[in-house]
């Protein structure tokens, strides 16, 4: 068989034609000179000829290919029964794409931020090792790796692994230079092998080397593409210019290319700029085996394993922490694969979206077969017909797989529209998570959704064939309204799918329940200040040139007190780092006045330095004692107020009023002489005990400005911008933000899943009330004329309407009991996912219960009513 | 379609493609000279039925055994003409080859004097 002439038919029977017509004028022409006259001649040619139609047709079927033909016009007869009922058609593909787009859209994101290798060179041999405490319960806390423990395990493991660590988490201020405003930029400190460890080779210039990574090496940076675009506007000759940092020097050596990007499970997706380790860390830092500031990345070696080199990681740790006794230094070591290591936090919770998008589909796909049976019961007389009259089997099934594939291929085509919209969406909302620019729809998502399409086609056409089972012709053809048997057959099949409907339906109800009450327990925390009209910015005086405290002092003295003068500003203060804004610093205190207690038991406290006036402007309130004076500065600094929580840690039982407090690591010594309130420092984590001491003085270089006002708040931030660059036009501002938004940020992940699961649960709500309420119409319909005879036999209204209320309401209930059990099993596949919330939560899935009921009823109650109000007459003579 | 065909006009399966290969080694032609030629090189006992010459001339184009161009017929019409190609020579040899086998075997069966093959009697 050709395909080219079976697309060529119509030349083919164009060119026959004009054959015919050449034919017939030369034998005419013969004819005619054989003596006959004209009509004769033309009669008889066409005599000769014969039917000219039939010429035409047999050639037309030599080039027909039958399969193609056939399926053509079973295409066709699908589309014009399709819109023939528009408005089924309509539900069953915005159904379909419901389904089919909530899933592509899913599929893509597990797909690009899960599953898609990182771009490094063979990511599949590059591993994340941390360190974590050995004995301890919580196996799977992965604490960043100390400099000392670095060094030895990369001597040891030189045969078997490549390691590079860095420190994504420090920053610079880019000096103002060739009209460029001043600004503060993320970087990151880096081992020189770190770039060849992941394979990556720069765009431009070279990466580090052994030599720029030494603490007696001229100063040297890479930048990040992005970087290198934005504020060098692409310089192609930037290598070996100099770019000042932090008001110091450094020469540009490379570019990293375009495709270069990092993330890790501690951040780092932001930097900018890179800066190699050794010339950069301080010495103690680079010594220490206690302070735990850097990642490491190892590519292993060909034949070697992670668990291996764990092993011998493991060995070494403990060797490590048996000659440094101290509580810092932990004992064991624990790797993943990098791309765990980035995606490790949303693992869980995109899964848990992919299955909750499964469960619409599916009951999308029982919708839309529940839609087909019952149009197929519609259709069973005219059906039975065929297959009296030799339809085939295959062929009537054929037909309705084809009518399926065509709803499930124009809901995909739209579902593919949806996911394209939702992805947009997606990656607008969540710039935060990692990877989330690596998301594109591509050919692979593609090729998924068409075998989405052919399963949902596949599911929905055999359910709705196999229900109108073809083996009682005869039945079908003499079922008379009078009896219901093949009806009522049909009907079950939908109650069964209703059942399973119903079932995930709960399922995805309490995942939404239990997600959303989470949400909310996570946004009610009151992080101990009140969040409403707080305006925050970060700024960091450069060393460089605030080398004094005097000088650091001076300046923070100034810019505050211009700060509150800038009209609308209520109160305004100073501290390192506001509630809610994260970790930023911890120290080990030692009370003076008890006797001194073993390294191990010393209580850690989150250490914040405030200005005076910060208590009053965030609303901490002061619970005994004082705040510290303007006066307690510089040389005088060492007071310190405690919150409650360190009070009741550090001096329990005792008033904590004039006792001292000395810090394990720099020795000085602070008196307290005030307690206030506790705060978060993160909205989704237990309260720490935190001490402040004065700003002024106490090192304190780095700052947030925090701003108070009755409202519009955000309306301040230009003001005061103006101000500190009236002050230092050098110095850049970051993190302008209110603390509503930075407590948003944190909360973003659970805001968007429970968003998601709630909307998607709303629609399967929505899909299986249709369901409830089309099986129950269906059913009442069919019993019409037995519900008119019940009626004029004497039978109660309000009976009837029970017994239809009941009816309709069975699978429901069923579904109910399956959905509940299921649910108790998958509520704790996403109990990581949970904020003070249990999997079984009692009031969620008692609200569960309650609200499918009442749809459930909703959905019932309006046919059964129509049922019991049945004019028995009409309904009757309805035959 | 005429009586005469019916009865003994009714041409062998597969022998119409032989000999519109075989009239057209002569010459190219059009369909109406084809079925002319055919009726009249059989004294008119063979009757070429128009509803499978066309078909079959189209069938034998798909397969390259003929090729066709637009040209004029003796009245001036636009009429398509076929031209035997060489795959279609090598065709007609095979066909005739097997006819020959085919009428010889036929004989034979009927009791009828035949040359012995590859001489004379």
Not at chain 1, 22 to 32: D, F, G, R, V
Not at chain 1, 34 to 59: D, I, T, W
Not at chain 1, 129 to 144: I, R, V
Not at chain 1, 586 to 610: N, S
């Amino acid at each position: 068989m050709n395909l080219r002439r079976f697309f060529h038919r119509w030349r083919a029977d164009a060119e026959l034609l004009q054959e015919i017509d050449t034919y017939l004028t030369e034998e005419i022409a013969e004819n005619m000179a054989r003596g006959m006259s004209p009509e004769e001649a033309r009669r008889q040619a066409h005599l000769k000829f014969g039917n000219p139609q039939r010429v035409r047709e047999s050639l037309w079927q030599q080039n027909t290919i039958t399969t193609i033909d056939t399926l053509w016009r079973e295409l066709k007869y699908a589309v014009r029964t399709l819109a023939r009922t528009p408005g089924f058609a309509a539900i069953a593909i915005l159904v379909m794409a419901l389904g089919i787009g909530g899933n592509v859209a899913l599929f893509t994101v597990v797909r690009s931020v899960l599953l898609k290798p990182l771009p490094y060179r063979d990511a599949d041999r590059l591993f994340a090792l941390y360190e974590h405490n050995a004995n301890s319960p919580d196996s799977y806390s992965f604490l960043p790796v100390d400099a000392g423990s670095f060094w030895e395990w990369q001597r040891a493991t030189q045969s078997t692994a490549e390691m590079a660590m860095v420190s994504p988490w420090q920053d610079y201020s880019v000096s103002a230079d060739g009209g460029k405003l001043p600004e503060k930029i993320s970087a990151g400190w880096c081992s020189w092998n770190f770039f060849p460890t992941l394979g990556i080779t720069p765009a431009l210039g070279r990466s580090f080397t052994s030599d720029d990574d030494r603490p007696q090496a001229m100063e040297t940076a890479v930048l990040t593409y992005s970087f290198w675009k934005r504020r060098y506007s692409g310089d192609p000759e930037i290598i070996g210019k100099i770019i000042f940092l932090d008001a110091r020097p450094y020469t540009v050596v490379g570019v990293l290319p375009a495709s270069f990007t990092f993330s890790s499970a501690f951040g780092g997706s932001k930097v900018q700029v890179w800066t190699p380790v050794q010339r950069e860390a301080p010495h103690a830092l680079l010594t220490t085996y206690e302070d735990h500031e850097f990642l490491v990345f190892a590519r292993l070696r060909k034949g070697a394993t992670l668990p291996r080199l764990v092993d011998q990681l493991n060995a070494i740790q403990a060797q490590i922490q048996a000659t440094h006794p101290d509580p810092a230094v932990k004992g064991a070591v624990i790797g993943r694969t990098m791309l765990d290591d980035v995606v490790y936090s949303y693992k869980t919770s995109l899964y848990a979206l992919l299955a909750a998008t499964g469960c619409v589909l599916l009951i999308a796909c029982m919708n839309v077969a529940g839609l087909l049976v019952a149009r197929s019961a519609a259709r069973s007389k005219d059906l039975a017909i065929r297959a009296a009259l030799g339809g085939s089997r295959l062929r009537l099934l054929r037909e309705r797989l084809v009518e399926s594939l065509i709803l499930s291929a124009a809901g995909g085509a739209l579902g593919l529209l949806l996911a394209w919209i939702a992805l947009g969406w997606l990656v607008h909302v969540r710039g935060d998570m990692n990877r989330v620019e690596a998301i594109h729809i591509d050919g692979t998502v593609a090729a998924f959704t068409v075998g989405v399409i052919a399963l949902c086609a596949l599911f929905s056409g055999l359910v709705s064939a196999l229900s109108s089972n073809g083996t009682h012709v005869m039945v079908a053809l003499q079922e008379s309204s009078r009896s219901h048997s093949g009806g009522t057959a049909r009907a079950r099949l939908r109650k069964v799918l209703l059942v399973l409907e119903v079932g995930l339906t709960v399922v995805l109800l309490v995942g939404a329940g239990l997600l959303l009450k989470s949400y909310q327990r996570l946004r009610s925390t009151d992080i101990g200040v009140p969040e409403e009209n707080v305006l925050t910015m970060r700024f960091s005086l450069p060393e460089v040139r605030y080398k004094e405290p005097v000088q650091q002092v001076a300046f923070f003295e100034q810019l505050i007190g211009l700060v509150r003068a800038v009209p609308g500003v209520q109160a305004a203060g100073l501290v390192s780092t506001p509630p809610g804004e994260g970790w930023n610093g911890d120290r080990m205190m030692q009370v003076v006045e008890h006797p001194p207690l073993p390294k191990r038991e010393v209580p850690d406290v989150m250490v914040r330095g405030a200005e005076p006036g910060y208590f009053s402007a965030i609303q901490i309130p002061l619970l005994r004692g004082r705040i510290f004076t303007l006066d307690e500065r510089l040389q005088r600094a060492n007071v310190a107020v405690i919150s409650r929580s360190a009070a009741q840690i550090l001096f329990p039982g005792e008033d904590p009023i004039g006792r001292h407090l000395r810090s394990e690591e720099g020795g000085d010594v602070h008196e307290v002489v005030g307690i206030v309130g506790d705060t978060r420092w993160d909205v989704a984590q237990p309260i720490r005990p935190t001490l402040y001491w004065p700003i002024y003085g106490n090192h304190g270089t780095a700052a947030t400005i925090v701003i108070r006002s009755t409202h519009d708040v955000e309306s301040l931030a230009l003001p005061v911008e103006r101000v500190i660059s009236q002050l230092d036009p050098d110095l850049p501002v970051s993190d302008v933000t209110t603390l509503r938004e930075a407590i948003g940020k944190s909360t973003i992940d659970s805001e968007f899943s429970s968003i998601v699961v709630v909307a998607f649960s709303v629609i399967a709500l929505a899909l299986a009330a249709a369901g409830l309420y089309g099986v129950l119409a269906y059913l009442i319909t069919q019993r019409t004329n037995e519900i008119g005879v019940r009626i004029a036999l004497g039978a109660q209204r309000e009976q009837l309407l029970r017994l239809m209320l009941v009816d309709g309401l069975k699978p429901a209930l069923f579904g109910l009991a399956l959905g509940l059990m299921a649910s108790a099993g998958t509520a704790r596949l996403i109990r990581s996912m949970l904020y003070e919330t249990r999997p079984l939560d009692p009031a969620v899935f008692c609200s569960v219960v309650v609200a499918l009921l009442l749809v459930a009823m909703l959905a019932c109650i309006v046919p059964a009513w129509r049922a019991s109000r049945l004019d028995p007459a009409q309904a009757l003579r309805s035959e | 379609m005429g009586k005469k065909a019916q009865s003994d006009g009714e041409m062998l399966k597969g022998t119409l493609d032989m000999m519109v290969l075989r009239t057209l080694v002569t010459g190219d032609a059009h369909g109406h000279t084809i079925a002319k030629v055919i009726e009249r090189s059989s004294e008119d006992v063979l009757e070429v039925e128009q509803g499978s010459l066309y078909p079959a001339l189209h069938r034998l184009e798909d397969r390259g055994w003929v090729s066709s161009y637009w040209g004029a017929s003796e009245n001036n019409r636009k009429a398509k003409f076929y031209r035997l190609t060489p795959a279609g020579k090598k065709q007609l040899v095979r066909e005739t080859n097997r006819w020959r086998q085919m009428a010889r075997a036929i004989a034979l069966v009927m009791g009828e004097k035949v040359p012995v093959k590859g001489g004379t009697e």
